[in-house]
């Protein structure tokens, strides 16, 4: 049986811009970084308030990235979402859907990560 979930990964080709989306656009900490012993460059990832992390892979030798659209995303909980909106719009990454009010006070929105990967972003409302 399973103790916990660890982190979740997400392969890329540009491994610096997509690590400069999740630190710089939604505010998560670098932990590490390393080379596997494959060959892997690994980039791991966290919100504050999170334990698990997000595992950013440059592997080139599997081929393209080819993400699928509305396949999967990653939720993440933002205190404000027209003051995430403003900040994520002036470095270049406007929200792709929303916000949409979620019925109980809060909202929700999208926003897409470099290389196709959409990232939801949920305002929790008073009632949550």
Do not use: W
């Amino acid at each position: 049986m399973v103790k916990k979930l660890l982190h979740t990964r997400y392969r890329v080709i540009d491994l610096e811009k997509t690590v400069s989306f999740y630190k710089d656009v939604l505010g998560l900490r670098e932990i590490r970084r390393h080379t596997s012993g494959r060959g892997s460059q690994l980039v791991f990832l966290k919100a504050p308030e999170s334990d698990e992390e997000i595992e950013l892979c440059k592997f080139d030798q599997s081929g393209p990235v080819v993400v699928g659209p509305d396949l999967m995303h990653l939720a993440f909980e933002v205190d404000d979402m027209e003051e995430f909106a403003r900040s994520a719009a002036a470095k270049g990454y406007p929200l792709s859907d929303g916000p949409h009010p979620n019925g109980r006070g809060g909202a929700i929105a999208f926003i897409d990560a470099p290389e196709g990967y959409e990232v939801e972003l949920i305002q929790r409302g008073r009632d949550s």
